[in-house]
Structures are given as C-alpha cells and as structure tokens.
C-alpha cells in the first residue's frame, strides 16, 4: 500500500530554519510528482513546492519562491522541504501529496502522508 509519512515540524523561531522530510513507500517514486502543502487554520490547504520525479521540474508559487526549496531523493524515496526565514504567516499543518505530475490540484493527489505542525515564535 502506497503511503507517505512526513517528519522534521517542529517550533522555530522568527527567521529560522526547518527541513521537512516525505519519506514514502510501496511505490515507484519515479511515476509521481510530490507536492508540498500547508493548511493553517481555518484556511484552505494551498501548495508551496512541488518536484516531479518523471522529469525533475520543479514548481513553487510566488508565496514561497526564494525562501522555500524542494529536492528529492529518489534512492531514499524521499522528499525534502527546506524553509528559511520562516515568518509569522508561515506557521501550518505541512502536508505531502503524491500526484501524476505538479500541474494537478489537491482533487487529483492519489495520497497524503498525515502531515507535521510547524510553529514559528516571533
């Protein structure tokens, strides 16, 4: 059975750093591309970083370019997400999604991992 398990939340401090892993298993991680996400709450759960294993391309959205960076470990079936500068508006419930590529939306993710909590004190 395919299944994502995410690690590495945590509380940091206002302008730190965190690395969050995916690690997944029961899959090929070359068919899949592996989405970050977040949900605060009472927000909707928007994406912050994807990489597709297939290609290699990589996507983030305005809200996380330069401060958010995304690799992968395809030996290790892992996912990272390094964070810098972490701000107030960062703090979240990180999730990971595995998908056919970064171009699908939350409706099209084939599996989550349970998410990790990261706080962010100021």
């Known amino acids: 059975q395919a299944q994502l398990v995410e690690s590495g939340g945590g509380l940091v401090q206002s302008g730190g750093s965190l690395r969050l892993s995916c690690v997944g298993s029961?899959?090929?991680?070359?068919?899949?591309?592996i989405s970050w996400f977040r949900q605060a709450p009472g927000k909707e759960r928007d994406v912050v970083a994807c990489i597709d294993n297939n290609d290699g391309e990589i996507i983030y959205p305005d809200t996380a370019k330069g401060r958010f960076t995304i690799s992968s470990d395809k030996a290790r079936n892992t996912v990272y997400l390094e964070m810098k500068n972490l701000e107030p508006e960062d703090p979240a419930i990180y999730y990971c999604g595995a998908d056919q590529s970064c171009w699908g939306t939350q409706a099209t993710v084939d599996f989550w991992g349970q998410g990790t909590p990261v706080t962010v004190s100021s």
């Open positions: 029961g899959f090929t991680p070359d068919y899949f591309a």
